[in-house]
């Protein structure tokens, strides 16, 4: 079967990474059984080439996946078998004609952005029928057995290599001897110099050296670097691809994230971390945090739930730094139940199955 992906930008590396992610791991369904062929379609591949180690097309072409510009879709000689349109966004009118036009009308999902929030149970996998007859479904990735998952991929893998990537080669080996390390990749509005700040003075507090992997373009003056910390080194990285990102993410004993991809990395590494969401003008970034909290904490002793909740909105690190230790017990459970779950990347298939079965 031939799947069209089609990725427009909004939220720069997130949907990128996302609609990045989603491809490679069907890819890798495709390797192990199942005969997929992958159309990605993006409006800025500039974007993509940067988390596809400098070239989306060539190397995507690697994996199976043909990289195409978003003004491409127009001109396709045929559809795909299943249509996924990334957020929302809106399909060339070109495609969509030719969608109808198909012998057989193709399996068309609206894949959503991940929230926790409980209604996504219910809209999960819900039919849209379109004025043109054509009739597409909502799928919700999620946190909960009623919903969609989250992409795994080839993070055993990836994460599970002794070596360190050629990216992060130089950076890792600055890190110092039985130092805790942290990793951050947040959005540019974020207290990020007055959190390192109060950070520096938990670990001096508690004895703990803390090495600071600094990703690409983060909001730090370059006069913060050369102030006289007590225990913390920041490290600035490069840009790195998708993959290596992962293995700094699982081999960091605390990641500040952001957005939905490196959310989910943090969360699949079983290790603390804060989630910096994308921030919404009518706020509706809080009501997601306060689900998501909700469900991750589940379970959690009050003692850690009264000082880790307060830590995912920027609290100080001296109130939670101690209990660093219960947190990532903690997290290891959840990174558990979270791939009880199920991949995305499986249970998209099994869906297409089903449909493929009922028409």
Excluded at 185 to 212: C, I, Q, T
Aim: aromatic share 12%; glycine share 6%.
């Amino acid at each position: 079967m031939r799947w069209d992906i089609f990725c427009q930008i909004v939220d720069n590396y997130g949907d990128a990474g996302v609609c990045w992610r989603l491809a490679r791991s069907l890819s890798q369904m495709s390797v192990h059984g199942d005969d997929i062929r992958i159309r990605l379609f993006c409006d800025d591949l500039n974007v993509l080439d940067q988390i596809a180690h400098g070239d989306a097309t060539r190397y995507g072409a690697t994996l199976g996946i043909e990289v195409l510009p978003w003004g491409s879709a127009s001109t396709v000689n045929s559809v795909g078998d299943v249509v996924i349109e990334a957020f929302a966004c809106t399909l060339p009118d070109a495609y969509v004609n030719a969608m109808k036009a198909a012998p057989k009308q193709p399996i068309w999902i609206n894949l959503e952005y991940l929230t926790a929030e409980s209604w996504a149970d219910e809209m999960h996998l819900l039919p849209s029928p379109q004025n043109n007859g054509l009739k597409k479904h909502f799928y919700f990735p999620g946190l909960t057995p009623k919903t969609g998952g989250v992409t795994l991929g080839d993070w055993d893998t990836v994460t599970s290599h002794p070596d360190i990537p050629k990216s992060l080669a130089s950076s890792w080996k600055l890190c110092r001897p039985d130092s805790k390390k942290i990793s951050i990749f947040n959005y540019r509005h974020a207290p990020l110099e007055k959190w390192l700040l109060s950070l520096d003075e938990a670990a001096n507090r508690n004895g703990d050296m803390v090495d600071v992997l600094i990703c690409a373009n983060q909001a730090i003056s370059s006069s913060f670097f050369d102030l006289p910390f007590k225990q913390l080194r920041l490290i600035q990285l490069p840009f790195t691809p998708q993959e290596d990102y992962d293995w700094l993410v699982a081999h960091c004993d605390f990641n500040l994230v952001r957005g939905e991809d490196s959310f989910v990395r943090a969360q699949w590494a079983g290790k603390p971390f804060l989630w910096d969401i994308y921030p919404q003008e009518d706020l509706a970034h809080e009501i997601k945090l306060e689900a998501f909290l909700k469900l991750y904490f589940q379970g959690a002793s009050s003692e850690l739930s009264t000082v880790s909740i307060p830590a995912m909105k920027w609290a100080s690190p001296e109130t939670w730094w101690p209990y660093l230790e219960v947190w990532t017990a903690h997290s290891e459970g959840w990174a558990k139940k979270l791939r009880a779950l199920g991949p995305l990347e499986g249970k998209i298939i099994d869906f297409v199955k089903s449909q493929e079965i009922s028409r």
